[in-house]
């Protein structure tokens, strides 16, 4: 889960937006123009990522994102536009874009594209429960050593400590580790959730991961009574 700042003046835009992020796990923190923006996202509000758009009715987005640095706002940004010229391209880019997605645009994109920002703002790491998830090395590491995952057993293993505590459910766990529409049987995602299991005893986890019949899995922390 991300705080993830918004700010976007067409109210469905932004309804879509909101819901989708939070759908996802996310938190957000919603600003409807340039001057809302710059009161609210500023570098007191922790953010992981910002979706500015740039067509606001008191501002362009490229002006209050570069206001928002200056002030010491480091969120990487993605900009949303209407307009997807070379020249507003580089324009973006240069007030501080990372990303930039063209209007109209598909959820599923932009929230993907969130994902890539929010783990290059952390380096590609996450720290969940005292095991630290590395998504460059594909690796999980604890304080008595490291364990290499196969890309499948990653995105699996993180979507499951994505929401500790909670029961994620299997669709959403195939979802984050099989392409869009794979066909995947229960016993190969049990399968791959052994060697999960076997790779985070190796390293002594203090997290198991424990299946909820019929309907996802959860991560406890070692001695937790459920």
């Known amino acids: 889960m991300a705080t993830i700042g918004v700010c976007e003046d067409d109210p469905a835009i932004r309804k879509v937006l909101v819901r989708g992020l939070r759908e996802a796990g996310h938190e957000t923190v919603v600003a409807h123009d340039g001057r809302e923006a710059l009161t609210l996202l500023g570098a007191d509000c922790p953010l992981e990522a910002l ?20 002030a010491g706002q480091h969120a990487p940004v993605l900009f949303l536009t209407a307009l997807g010229g070379t020249h507003d391209l580089l324009s973006g880019f240069a007030a501080g874009a990372d990303d930039y997605l063209v209007k109209p645009f598909g959820l599923a994109e932009l929230l993907a594209r969130l994902d890539v920002l929010v783990r290059r703002g952390t380096g590609g790491r996450a720290v969940v429960g005292g095991l630290t998830l590395d998504a460059v090395a594909h690796a999980v590491r604890t304080e008595a050593g490291q364990v ?28 984050a580790a099989w392409p869009d529409g794979a066909e995947v049987s229960e016993n190969t995602i049990d399968s791959f959730l052994r060697k999960i299991r076997a790779k985070l005893e190796s390293v002594g986890s203090p997290v198991r991961i424990e299946t909820v019949r019929g309907v996802g899995f959860t991560a406890r922390e070692q001695g937790a009574v459920a």
């Open 148 to 175: 290499l995952l196969s890309p499948t057993e990653f995105r699996m293993l993180a979507a499951i400590l994505s929401r500790p505590g909670e029961v994620v459910r299997r669709r959403t766990v195939v979802a």
């Open 51 to 70: 979706v500015m758009d740039i067509g606001l009715p008191d501002a362009d987005g490229r002006d209050v994102v570069t206001a928002l640095k200056a």
